[in-house]
Structures are given as C-alpha cells and as structure tokens.
C-alpha cells in the first residue's frame, strides 16, 4: 500500500486530486486532507497526479515507500485532465475514439443535479421523460426506449450501469444520487464494450469507493415549496485489509400543484436511499468489492395537469368540451401553469428499488480479470387518474409490478500481444416481471358518455359502466446471454484499429390473462355488448427466441499530439419484444399477430475529432447517421384497454446530427463549458402508423407519416456554463468564493408518436445560477436558484384515456431556491 499526501504550491492540502498508476486503472481520489491509499501489485511503477489548474505531475517509484510520501502540484492553467474508465481500462477522456460527455461529482452536487431529470440539462444530447417512474423514457441522440407510455415487453437502448451493474428498470432513473464520484455519458452503440445491449448509448455512473483513510462529509439543503435535502457518507477502514463506506440521501419538498377539491398540494417529493460499501484486499493482485443499495419513493405525485382540448373527427357529441357540458362539469382552470387539478383519484407512485452486487478484480498477467455479480429488485405500487378530471371516468388506471433481475459478467481487460490491447467478456441477465397482483382498469359513473358512440339510449342504463373494469394478470419472463469483446491494434503509434464483435441470445415468454369485473350484471346482449366495446376478455401466451451477431469498427488517427480523430461504422441490435399491456381487437378478438414485435438492426457511421486548441481548452466535434429498420415504437389507441399503447415496428427511420462540446480555462479561476447538439431524427417508412389525436374518428385509423419526424427529438439543443472564483478565507478557513451559472436550451419538439399539432412542445430555456464559499476543508455554504426567469415549460403531453380530445401536460418546475451547507472531515 501506498499512503501519500497531495498538497499545492502553498503547502495546503489538494482534496479530490486524482492519483492514478499510469497504464492501469487503478486510481484513487484524495480525501478531505488530500491524503490517499493506492495498492499496486507491482513495487515499481510510475503514478500520475492531476488536479484541475495544476500541472499533471509523474512520480517514478522503485519500490513500494516505508512512509508516507508528499506530493506537491505546481499551478497551472491547464485543464484537469478527466479520466474515464468506459473501455475497461483508465485513460483519459481526450484519448478515448467515442463521444463522451463526463459529468464529475462536484458539479453534480453544486449545480442540484441529483438525478438524471436534471444531469439532462448538463449533457444536451440526453432526454429523458416521465410521466411517472415506470413510464420512463430514457435516450440518447433521440432513440433508446419508445415515447410516451411504458410497455414492459421491450428492453431499453440506452445502457444504465452503477459501478459496472446493469439497472433493468427504466425507474432507476428517477431516483435520487448517492454518493456518486463521476457520470460517463457515452453517444452512439456500444454493445462490444458492455454486458447488455446499448444499441443508442449508455450511462456508466461511479459512486465513490471505500477508503482506508477515515473521512465523513455531511450535506443539508433548505429551499422553497419546503425544499429539504440530506446527504452523508462516512468511510474508513475496518482492517488492514477491509475498508467500508456508507452513504445516505433523503429527499423531501412539498407538492407544485393544487388540488382545489381535496386542497392539498400534490407532485411532492419523498425520497430516501442508502448505500454500503466493503472493500477486501486479500492480495497485492486481488480486490474484492461488496455493495449494497436500497432507495424508495413516495411521493403523492405524479400529476398530470389538463393542458387544451383538440376537435376530433368525431361526431359533435362526442367531442370533450359537450361531453363535459353534458354531464355539468367544467375544469378547474383552462391554463396549466395555473397549476391547479380537482382530481377524484389519488396519485400514488410508490417504489422500492434496490439490490446487492460482488465485483471481483484480479491481476492476471498484463490485464485484470473481472466479475461482476448482482441482483436486483423492484416494487411498484401506483395509482393514476388518466382521465385528468375531476369525473368520474376511469376510477382505476393502475399496474402495480414487482420485478426481479440477476445478471452475471467476466471479463478480460489488457494487453493480448505486443501493441494489441483490448477487452473480451460474457454476459448474462435474467428477469421476470410480474403483476402483484394485477393491474386494473375500472370505469365509474361518467364512462357512459365518453365511451358513446352511438346515439342509441341504451348507453344510459344506469350503472351499465360503474366499477365495470378489467383486471390483468401477466408475466414476463427473459433470458440474454453475449459474447462480446473489442480490440485496439496500435498500427503505428499514431494509428489505431479497433474491431469489436457481439454475439446474443435472447428468451422470453409472456403469460397475458385480461378479465372483466363488475358493472351492471345483465342478460340483455345489447347491453353486453356495449360493455364489451369498452373492455372485453383477451388472453395469450407467446414464446420467442432470437440470435444476433453485431458489431463495429473503429480507425482512430492522431493527427496531430493535439488532435485525435476517429471515424467508426458499427451495427446494433434491440432483441425481440412482447407485447405485455394488450392488444388491440377487430371484431371482438385480440390482433395475436401483434403480440410479438421484431427486433430492431441499426447501421451507425460516426466521425469525430476531438482535439486541444490550447493547452487549457478542448474542444469536440461529431457528426453521425443512425439507420434502424424495424424500429420499436409505442402506439397509443383509442382501446381503453390498451391505454397504455401497444407495440408495433416502423419499417425504417433515420437519426442525423452533429455535436459541439467545448470547455476553456481562462486561469485558475475563470472557466466556461459549453455543448451543442443538432438531432434530425424521422421516420423513412411508417405506413400503418396511428392517426394523431386531431384525427381521432375519421374514416382510417391508421396512416402513413413517412418522412414526419420521430417523437421527443429537439432540432437543436445546447448548454453552456461557465465559474467565476477567487482564493480567500471564511470564517477563518481557506477557499474559495464563487460564482457559477448555466443555461439549458432545447427547441420545439413531437410529443406523440405520430406528430400532432396539438402535442406539440414549445422551445423553453432555462437558467440556472449558485454562488458562495468553497471551503479547502471544513464547513462551504452554497445559495442556489434555479429556473431563474420563472419559465413556463412542458415536458411532456399526453392525449386522455380514449381519445376524447383533451390531453394532459408533464409541467417542468417552476423557479426554486435555497441553500446548501456541506462540511468534509
């Protein structure tokens, strides 16, 4: 073991400073007094040390020191050098031939960032919507998971990993942080590099690790609307061998929205998680990893608020404003950002969401064999009102789950010969998903005259509709095995080949069981009938299996010491899915050819250049073309037993674009960041798409939107931010004060998977800003804002169960403020 300490030109302790054995991915960060801990297996070695505005310093050691050693960084302009661990192995993010966008610790807490709703705005070819945490949509460059409403039976493109565990559950990505060190967003297929497929990109997140070094920090913040937010972590060792960590965060903030009938606000925030951490160093070769997490929510939220009303093609009766003059009801409020509902169903979106993971480092020649080992789990129990009124429409809108997952990885990373290096693994994932104990649909006294579609005063038998309803049983249960690996040939020290494979092997079997309930109980066949054109019977039991060989290559080029390019030509794949929330009916009877849905095969050509202008500035460029042919996609249907869509295959669309990320360090302390994404993103071929809501009753229910642009895709969306500090004391302490802002753009955008000109979003921009004292250690004091100019913004619109015209809106928060206290030990 190494003990160091890392200081600056003034003697002072360097916290956070990045040690590292160079040509190894073995680092460590220094703690709160700049100390740090570092095992090699090898007694020489060379360590690098870098710190943001400090020069990069290299210290030779020819055997493993008695003593604690001393590291003194002298100050420079240069930009820290970010170090990333994506390719298995540590280098830095300059060298690495993919875009890559790092979002360090520090920023993430600074800038109020505690979950990927608001990393989003930090990294602009991210979106992420949310209607609730299951219906979650999470993509890069505008693809990975369908848009609008969630439907279990396919798996997502977009790669979610902590600390080298592959999270399932899309809902992982609504909760809060813990304790993270560092976020790699990584653009583009990546399937040779991870355990799962990552067809559209991946997110590989690095909580901080244990320490021999004992240290605690402690972090509370205040803000308005009832703002509370605690965090903590306490590491140190347990033995010379073992050391641990635990961390903990909570969340809480009173609701943004009113509901006038009950008067209680809701869309709060309840949140809490925790994190433990053993580390075991057996050997000089050998490191052993244990981790624990476990996070709930429960927020009385997710509201969704009634935002306009769209004329159908229906007949004049069944248009949303008669019916509701019918039936003597008006809204709350006609404007949104009145922020006010009169639901008559509570919103409930509950979940536990944890597991447990081993993961096993051991040196192996030139290379460390890995195993990552977990299991996970996640309980969901919501509840919905989606007719967003305060009618009693649909009384149930629910579907409580449970799911289950385990996944297993070994892999090689290092050197295989002389001036080839590279990775190669196996993979293996399985889930099941169940209802617990079943999801329901049930309608209440008004169903009747939003479900009329005839004249006929039959649809007024009182009682025909109340508590009649649907309840579903289902189970999804999957298998997905790989073979994958990546190699990187250095041709000449300035050309490099990189050629990766992928083999996989998916199963799944889906177990669908649909049964209606209650309502008025009668012989009559033509009242029967009218209940069974709302809801009816529908079972089903598909199993499918698929293999599928992908993979890429890479020409990376060092133009210059100071430019790197790359130009990569890769093909992905998105397995086989089920359809697991319904199916549509003709005649009566379920469609079962639209059970399964074919697997989607992308063809990806990217060039990039990534290059230093100066010696305190980078600045990145991409451009791309992504072409996917059975591309899955949601379809929302009038069927209010499918009202959460079913899945269907587009033939063919194509995603475009461009990227632009910069940052400069004027001096030590002036910086600005910057990045800009250009996405052009539609459908080459949908011939039987759904018609948009406006067309809702016209003589087709499909239509062909070929060449209409693909949802939740901004034309243009960009970020910039920039620090402003000064060295001084407070209270005695050294630090600094500071000043630190940035702004989130993103232009108009679909927010229906056939472009609506009712669901369409405005272009919003949003500004956030935070200043104060940085303390070097010891206690720093943070007031923040965000949403500065009180922005009115969607983020997401969704029409009304049915289809009856009016649609609902996802509301972006409005302007929030506070401070934050956090002390390091």
Do not use: C
């Not at 997710?302 to 809204?331: H, M, N």
């Not at 092997?505 to 649909?514: A, E, P, S």
């Amino acid at each position: 073991m190494i003990k160091g300490l890392v200081i600056d030109s003034d003697a002072l302790p360097l916290p956070g400073a990045t040690v590292v054995i160079k040509g190894t991915e073995n680092f460590v960060i220094t703690d709160g007094d700049g100390k740090f801990n570092l095992y090699s297996a090898h007694p020489s070695l060379i360590l690098q040390v870098n710190y943001v505005g400090y020069k990069l310093k290299e210290i030779q050691l020819s055997k493993v020191p008695d003593s604690e050693i001393s590291i003194q960084l002298e100050e420079d302009a240069l930009l820290e050098e970010i170090l990333v661990t994506s390719r298995r192995r540590t280098e830095t993010a300059q060298n690495v031939p993919i875009p890559i966008t790092v979002v360090g610790g520090p920023l993430i807490a600074d800038a109020g960032a505690f979950n990927v709703n608001r990393v989003k705005e930090l990294v602009p070819s991210v979106q992420l919507y949310s209607s609730n945490p299951r219906n979650t949509t999470l993509n890069i460059r505008g693809l990975g998971s369908t848009f609008g409403l969630t439907n279990d039976g396919i798996d997502p493109g977009v790669g979610f990993y902590v600390d080298g565990v592959y999270y399932a559950r899309p809902a992982a990505t609504t909760l809060d942080f813990i304790d993270v060190d560092q976020i790699e967003v990584l653009r583009g297929p990546q399937g040779t590099l991870f355990g799962k497929n990552t067809t559209a990109g991946a997110f590989n997140i690095t909580t901080r690790q244990a320490s021999f070094t004992p240290g605690a920090n402690f972090e509370l913040s205040y803000g308005n609307y009832g703002f509370i937010q605690a965090k903590s972590s306490i590491t140190g060792p347990l033995s010379k061998t073992v050391a641990a960590r635990l961390s903990f965060s909570g969340t809480q903030r009173n609701g943004l929205i009113e509901n006038v009938v009950t008067g209680r606000s809701v869309n709060d925030l309840n949140n809490l998680g925790v994190r433990g951490q053993i580390l075991f160093i057996p050997t000089d070769k050998a490191t052993i990893t244990l981790s624990m997490d476990a996070s709930s929510q429960r927020p009385d939220g997710y509201a969704q608020v009634v935002a306009g009303v769209a004329p159908t093609l229906r007949p004049e009766y069944r248009q949303f404003d008669q019916i509701i003059a019918d039936l003597g009801y008006s809204l709350p409020s006609r404007n949104a950002f009145d922020r006010v509902i009169d639901h008559d169903t509570p919103w409930r979106s509950n979940q536990n969401l944890g597991g447990i993971s081993l993961n096993v480092d051991f040196e192996i020649g030139s290379g460390t064999l890995t195993s990552t080992s977990a299991w996970r789990y996640w309980d969901w129990d919501p509840s919905n009102d989606r007719d967003f009124t305060g009618l009693p429409v649909l009384s149930l809108s629910q579907a409580p789950s449970k799911h289950r997952q385990w996944s297993q990885e070994i892999r090689y990373a290092g050197s295989f010969l002389p001036g080839v290096s590279g990775v190669v693994g196996i993979f293996a994932l399985g889930q099941d998903l169940w209802s617990d104990p079943y999801h329901s649909e049930e309608s209440g006294s008004a169903q009747w005259r939003f479900s009329q579609n005839t004249t006929s005063p039959l649809w007024q038998t009182p009682g025909l509709f109340e508590g009649y309803g649907i309840r579903t049983t289902n189970r999804l249960e999957s298998f997905s095995g790989a073979v994958f690996g990546q190699l990187d040939w250095a041709i000449t020290d300035r050309l490099h080949l990189l050629p990766g494979l992928r083999y996989n092997y998916d199963d799944k079997k889906v177990n669908y069981l649909r049964q209606t309930y209650g309502g008025l109980q009668t012989e009559d066949p033509a009242l029967i009938a009218l209940q069974r054109a709302v809801y009816n019977d529908q079972a089903f039991d598909v199993s499918v299996d698929d293999f599928n060989l992908s993979g890429q290559i890479t020409l990376s080029y060092q133009a210059r010491y100071n430019i790197n390019t790359f130009a990569t030509y890769s093909t992905g794949y998105k397995p086989v899915g089920l359809n697991l929330g319904g199916l549509p009916s003709a005649g009566g009877s379920p469609l079962l050819e639209l059970a399964v849905i074919r697997p989607e095969a992308v063809q990806h050509f990217e060039l990039g250049i990534k290059s230093n202008p100066t010696t305190n500035s980078t600045l990145n460029f991409t451009v791309y073309n992504t072409d996917i042919k059975d591309y899955q996609t949601i379809v929302q249907t009038a069927e209010l037993g499918v009202n959460r869509g079913y899945l269907s295959n587009a033939e063919r669309v194509r995603v475009m674009g461009a990227e632009l990320d910069a940052n400069i360090k004027i001096n030590k302390n002036i910086s600005f960041y910057g990045g800009l994404a250009y996405t052009d993103g539609i459908y080459v071929s949908f011939a039987n798409a759904p018609v948009p809501l406006e067309e809702t009753g016209g003589d087709v229910a499909f239509k062909d939107i070929s060449g209409e642009d693909l949802p939740g895709i901004s034309k243009f969306a960009g970020s910039i931010g920039g620090e402003i500090s000064r060295s001084g004391t407070l209270f005695e302490k050294k630090g600094k004060t500071f000043f630190a802002y940035d702004v989130y753009y993103r232009s108009s955008y679909s927010s229906s998977p056939s472009p609506s000109q009712y669901l369409m979003i405005n272009g919003y921009a949003l500004t956030n800003m935070r200043a104060g004292f940085r303390a070097t250690e010891g206690t720093s004091f943070i007031f923040w804002v965000r949403n500065l100019f009180d922005v009115n913004y969607f983020e997401m619109l969704l029409p009304g169960a049915g289809n009856a015209g009016h649609y609902a809106g996802v509301l972006g928060d409005q302007r929030t403020f506070g401070i934050t206290i956090r002390h390091v030990m």
